[in-house]
């Protein structure tokens, strides 16, 4: 029996998950406690956080995982940059300097600031820790998994036979062959920013009409398999790790867009230009993973897949997947990206150490908890009223019904990107106003990012098609919304007619769970807009502190803590 | 410092697409700031002050964005698109510094922004660029309240005014320290370029050569097929 903490971090989104016995005791993204977007840096806050909700001190951790091979990685880019000369003469010293004066020496820093022998740190290959994450908390013994991302160490996708609590390579493909780079470097190209914008862009292809295939046939060339080849000279990431592209990829689609520009998808030729670039990737990006996936049955005849890697957080193409691939089951943990590394990196520390592998994953609530006094003594100095609810669930359905945004907060927030009734932001689902003030007043997206609802699990199946699957609890799939119910559901209908739903249980998130059911009772519809509890280009709420400097800053109407409501002054 | 201030000020402004550039550093300013006061009002132990840490991040917020904004305005006018968000990093002052000095170190930043913006508010009335001028003028009022509520509560902690100025000194002293650091990193990241361009320029020839003479033939060999993990992954 062992305590093993799984570490990821270095490039974005780091994160540390705790496992004792082979249970998963805590999983937290840094970005969560130190309050900056998809932090990269080494992730000691979040590390001390999973130890101190385990009570475990560091001295007694058995093992420490990194989610990566330091020597490997320094290896891939060494080659890859000397492979471009002279190309990468201005990249060479910065990726130099980051690899050799930081990365390089990440286990020893580990072990030095966390105070833990070196002997007990250890790594795990990049893609290996993602099929541990994707695997082992899913309900299935026996499974295909696919890992897609940007790069590891050099292995950008790979295939694995998962069988109990062993996993075995059974293909990969390597770096500039990546769809995770692909999509980057496309996101880029669409003005957003990398590792963030990606979501941007699914959203932006239900908007336009994939009319690119021939210049992306240029692109990326695809075999029935499932390999495939990235023609590399479209993609400046080889010589220029913040373009992400290169002048040929602009001959090729035209333009890049400039950032930070409002977008006029209705009277712009030039944007609907841009909604067809998009749709044109997602849609190669839903063909590739198909091709990936059936070769995965093919070799594996297993019929649940595992996903994991930044690209599993497609949840379009998850849910093409779940249609299209012939499996019976597709499973995408909450954290797939990078952050799921330091989970997998755990689970598989614990596996070797003798452990037992974990009960599946039933919610992704494996955060810190939020404490309603320290919020009720704050919110009564900031001047806020505070009332302590007898039925908060009440309450808070009543409030929404009444078309007023809710922010709301209950129990350990949530591991991963997707706000799933821990931190969350509600609203009516079936009134289009709320959901335009809301983006107006608060959230400020692009006007072509849909909104998710959360339904009663049991009732998901009369307003979502396909749903509820092993996908939907945590928000990594789309379904359509059934055409008896997609008028009353027009705040959270996509363009395509699909919603990103979230189907809730009393065991995954039993306050969410009880603001649906009271929100039933007096409307008769079990589902509520659920977004993320955060501003936008801000990590998703922690702690109390953190939701009340939310609440003093946004025209929310009210707060939940656990069972306060706490609302302003009147004036 | 003032004096100079007001002798370049003038100058620096008039700089063709330096204004924008300056507001949006002014908004990554706030942006940081709010940052570590948002880190600061969680790790305070006083609720009173974390209230305090937390109006005062909204403020910084708020001013944030109006930096960002107003720089956006510049840049369009100028027919360039906008810097984007105000993206900022913390420096985690507050553990690193203890509260004393972490309250010294805001109030000293705080009476430094107060004394530009004054400056600067002036300058731009007195060009005529009255939207300017109001944002410097609306964002002075704050800064005078932090200015004051973080010297009330520096006093407060310190646990008298002579206690108080010696952190204030304390805090320069850092600050002063920092650049140094900052400095030298600076320098030395320059020289760590040049070298490693060196090396580069050095290197990377005949490595290609060698690359390219082998690796078209292992590029043939690695053609339309998938490749096995290594033992070592499995």
Same mark, same amino acid.
């Given at each position: 029996?062992?305590?093993?903490?799984?570490?990821?971090?270095?490039?974005?989104?780091?994160?540390?998950?705790?496992?004792?016995?082979?249970?998963?005791?805590?999983?937290?993204?840094?970005?969560?406690?130190?309050?900056?977007?998809?932090?990269? *840096?080494?992730?000691?806050?979040?590390?001390?956080?999973?130890?101190?909700?385990?009570?475990?001190?560091?001295?007694?951790?058995?093992?420490?995982?990194?989610?990566?091979?330091?020597?490997?990685?320094?290896?891939?880019?060494?080659?890859?940059?000397?492979?471009?000369?002279?190309?990468?003469?201005?990249?060479?010293?910065?990726?130099?300097?980051?690899?050799?004066?930081?990365?390089?020496?990440?286990?020893?820093?580990?072990?030095?600031?966390?105070?833990?022998?070196?002997?007990?740190?250890?790594?795990?290959?990049?893609?290996?820790?993602?099929?541990?994450?994707?695997?082992? &908390?899913?309900?299935?013994?026996?499974?295909?998994?696919?890992?897609?991302?940007?790069?590891?160490?050099?292995?950008?996708?790979?295939?694995?036979?998962?069988?109990?609590?062993?996993?075995?390579?059974?293909?990969?493909?390597?770096?500039?062959?990546?769809?995770?780079?692909?999509?980057?470097?496309?996101?880029?190209?669409?003005?957003?920013?990398?590792?963030?914008?990606?979501?941007?862009?699914?959203?932006?292809?239900?908007?336009?009409?994939?009319?690119?295939?021939?210049?992306?046939?240029?692109?990326?060339?695809?075999?029935?398999?499932?390999?495939?080849?990235?023609?590399?000279?479209?993609?400046?990431?080889?010589?220029?790790?913040?373009?992400?592209?290169?002048?040929?990829?602009?001959?090729?689609?035209? &333009?890049?867009?400039?950032?930070?520009?409002?977008?006029?998808?209705?009277?712009?030729?030039?944007?609907?230009?841009?909604?067809?670039?998009?749709?044109?990737?997602?849609?190669?990006?839903?063909?590739?993973?198909?091709?990936?996936? *059936?070769?995965?049955?093919?070799?594996?005849?297993?019929?649940?897949?595992?996903?994991?890697?930044?690209?599993?957080?497609?949840?379009?193409?998850?849910?093409?997947?779940?249609?299209?691939?012939?499996?019976?089951?597709?499973?995408?943990?909450?954290?797939?990206?990078?952050?799921?590394?330091?989970?997998?990196?755990?689970?598989?520390?614990?596996?070797?150490?003798?452990?037992?592998?974990?009960?599946?994953?039933?919610?992704?609530?494996?955060?810190?908890?939020?404490?309603?006094?320290?919020?009720?003594?704050?919110?009564?100095?900031?001047?806020?009223?505070?009332?302590?609810?007898?039925?908060?669930?009440?309450?808070?359905?009543?409030?929404?019904?009444?078309?007023?945004?809710?922010?709301?907060?209950?129990?350990? %927030?949530?591991?991963?990107?997707?706000?799933?009734?821990? *931190?969350?932001?509600?609203?009516?689902?079936?009134? &289009?106003?709320?959901?335009?003030?809301?983006?107006?007043?608060?959230?400020?997206?692009?006007?072509?990012?849909?909104?998710?609802?959360?339904?009663?699990?049991?009732?998901?199946?009369?307003? %979502?098609?396909?749903?509820?699957?092993?996908?939907?609890?945590?928000?990594?799939?789309?379904?359509?919304?059934?055409?008896?119910?997609?008028?009353?559901?027009?705040?959270?209908?996509?363009?395509?007619?699909?919603?990103?739903?979230?189907?809730?249980?009393?065991?995954?998130? &039993?306050?969410?769970?009880?603001?649906?059911?009271?929100?039933?009772?007096?409307?008769?519809?079990?589902?509520?807009?659920?977004?993320?509890?955060?501003?936008?280009?801000?990590?998703?709420?922690?702690?109390?502190?953190?939701?009340?400097?939310?609440?003093?800053?946004?025209?929310?109407?009210?707060?939940?803590?656990?069972?306060?409501?706490?609302?302003?002054?009147?004036? | 410092?003032?004096?100079?201030? @007001?002798?370049?000020?003038?100058?620096?402004?008039?700089?063709?697409?330096?204004?924008?550039?300056?507001?949006?550093?002014?908004?990554?300013?706030?942006?940081?700031?709010?940052?570590?006061?948002?880190?600061?009002?969680?790790?305070?132990?006083?609720?009173?002050?974390?209230?305090?840490?937390?109006?005062?991040?909204?403020?910084?917020?708020?001013?944030?964005?109006?930096?960002?904004?107003?720089?956006?305005?510049?840049?369009?006018?100028?027919?360039?698109?906008?810097?984007?968000?105000?993206?900022?990093?913390?420096?985690?002052?507050?553990?690193?510094?203890?509260?004393?000095?972490?309250?010294?170190?805001?109030?000293?930043?705080?009476?430094?922004? =107060?004394?530009?913006?004054?400056?600067?508010?002036?300058?731009?009335?007195?060009?005529?660029?009255?939207?300017?001028?109001?944002?410097?003028?609306?964002?002075? !009022?704050?800064?005078?309240?932090?200015?004051?509520?973080?010297?009330?509560?520096?006093?407060?902690?310190?646990?008298?005014?002579? #206690?108080?100025? =010696?952190?204030?000194?304390?805090?320069?002293?850092?600050?002063?320290?920092?650049?140094?650091? @900052?400095?030298?990193?600076?320098?030395?990241?320059? !020289?760590?370029? !040049?070298?490693?361009?060196?090396?580069?320029?050095?290197?990377?020839?005949?490595?290609?050569?060698?690359?390219?003479?082998?690796?078209?033939?292992?590029? @043939?060999?690695?053609?339309?097929?998938?490749?096995?993990?290594?033992? #070592?992954?499995?």
């Amino acid at each position: 029996m062992a305590a093993v903490l799984g570490i990821s971090g270095g490039y974005h989104d780091a994160a540390a998950a705790l496992v004792v016995d082979g249970a998963i005791v805590a999983a937290i993204q840094e970005e969560r406690l130190s309050r900056h977007k998809n932090d990269p *840096r080494l992730p000691f806050r979040a590390a001390a956080a999973c130890l101190a909700h385990g009570g475990i001190p560091a001295a007694a951790l058995d093992r420490v995982v990194f989610y990566e091979q330091p020597f490997d990685k320094l290896e891939r880019v060494l080659v890859s940059s000397l492979a471009v000369f002279p190309a990468s003469l201005r990249q060479f010293p910065r990726a130099m300097g980051s690899q050799v004066g930081d990365k390089l020496w990440v286990l020893d820093e580990l072990a030095e600031r966390l105070g833990v022998a070196r002997d007990k740190v250890t790594t795990v290959a990049h893609h290996r820790a993602h099929a541990a994450s994707a695997l082992f &908390p899913s309900p299935y013994e026996r499974a295909a998994v696919l890992t897609v991302d940007g790069v590891g160490e050099a292995v950008s996708t790979s295939l694995w036979r998962g069988e109990g609590t062993a996993l075995t390579p059974i293909g990969q493909l390597e770096y500039p062959h990546s769809l995770g780079l692909l999509y980057a470097g496309l996101t880029a190209y669409l003005g957003f920013e990398v590792n963030e914008g990606e979501y941007k862009v699914m959203g932006l292809a239900a908007y336009g009409t994939p009319r690119f295939r021939d210049e992306f046939a240029r692109l990326l060339r695809v075999e029935p398999d499932g390999w495939f080849a990235l023609d590399a000279s479209y993609f400046g990431r080889l010589a220029d790790a913040e373009l992400g592209f290169g002048p040929k990829l602009e001959q090729l689609l035209g &333009p890049r867009r400039p950032p930070y520009q409002p977008w006029d998808l209705e009277g712009s030729e030039r944007d609907r230009r841009y909604a067809d670039i998009a749709a044109t990737l997602q849609q190669v990006t839903e063909e590739v993973m198909l091709a990936l996936a *059936r070769e995965a049955q093919r070799r594996t005849g297993a019929d649940a897949l595992c996903l994991a890697g930044g690209v599993a957080l497609n949840a379009v193409a998850n849910a093409r997947l779940l249609r299209e691939s012939g499996f019976a089951h597709v499973f995408v943990q909450p954290a797939a990206g990078d952050a799921g590394g330091a989970l997998g990196a755990a689970l598989l520390g614990a596996l070797e150490l003798g452990d037992p592998r974990p009960a599946p994953l039933a919610s992704a609530a494996l955060g810190l908890a939020i404490d309603p006094s320290a919020a009720h003594a704050l919110a009564t100095e900031l001047g806020f009223v505070v009332t302590r609810a007898d039925d908060i669930a009440g309450d808070t359905a009543e409030l929404i019904a009444r078309g007023q945004i809710v922010a709301f907060c209950a129990g350990r %927030f949530e591991w991963g990107p997707r706000a799933l009734g821990q *931190r969350s932001i509600l609203a009516d689902a079936r009134d &289009p106003d709320s959901r335009e003030r809301l983006n107006r007043a608060i959230k400020r997206r692009e006007p072509f990012r849909p909104f998710a609802p959360a339904v009663l699990a049991a009732d998901a199946a009369q307003y %979502f098609v396909a749903a509820p699957n092993a996908m939907t609890p945590f928000m990594t799939t789309t379904c359509p919304i059934r055409d008896e119910h997609a008028g009353a559901l027009a705040a959270v209908r996509h363009v395509d007619g699909s919603a990103r739903v979230q189907t809730v249980t009393a065991a995954a998130a &039993p306050a969410l769970h009880a603001v649906l059911g009271a929100f039933a009772e007096r409307t008769g519809v079990p589902i509520v807009l659920n977004t993320s509890f955060n501003g936008a280009g801000e990590p998703i709420i922690a702690s109390e502190v953190d939701a009340l400097a939310f609440f003093l800053g946004h025209p929310i109407d009210a707060l939940v803590v656990e069972d306060l409501l706490i609302t302003r002054a009147p004036r | 410092m003032r004096p100079l201030l @007001r002798l370049v000020t003038p100058l620096v402004w008039r700089v063709p697409g330096h204004g924008a550039r300056k507001l949006f550093e002014f908004a990554r300013a706030e942006q940081g700031s709010r940052l570590d006061l948002l880190l600061a009002a969680r790790l305070t132990t006083s609720t009173t002050r974390r209230a305090a840490y937390l109006r005062h991040a909204a403020d910084e917020t708020r001013h944030a964005q109006m930096f960002a904004r107003r720089s956006t305005e510049l840049r369009t006018a100028a027919g360039s698109g906008s810097y984007g968000p105000p993206i900022a990093d913390t420096e985690d002052l507050f553990e690193r510094l203890g509260e004393l000095r972490f309250l010294a170190f805001v109030h000293r930043g705080e009476a430094r922004g =107060r004394a530009q913006f004054e400056l600067y508010a002036k300058h731009f009335a007195a060009r005529g660029d009255e939207r300017t001028a109001a944002l410097f003028g609306a964002i002075l !009022v704050d800064e005078q309240r932090h200015e004051s509520y973080t010297r009330a509560l520096l006093v407060e902690l310190a646990g008298s005014e002579a #206690a108080a100025r =010696r952190e204030l000194r304390r805090a320069t002293a850092w600050a002063a320290w920092r650049q140094w650091r @900052r400095a030298g990193r600076a320098l030395a990241g320059l !020289v760590f370029t !040049v070298a490693m361009s060196g090396v580069y320029c050095l290197a990377a020839p005949p490595t290609t050569l060698v690359a390219y003479l082998t690796g078209r033939r292992a590029e @043939r060999g690695r053609r339309r097929r998938w490749l096995q993990a290594p033992p #070592a992954e499995r």
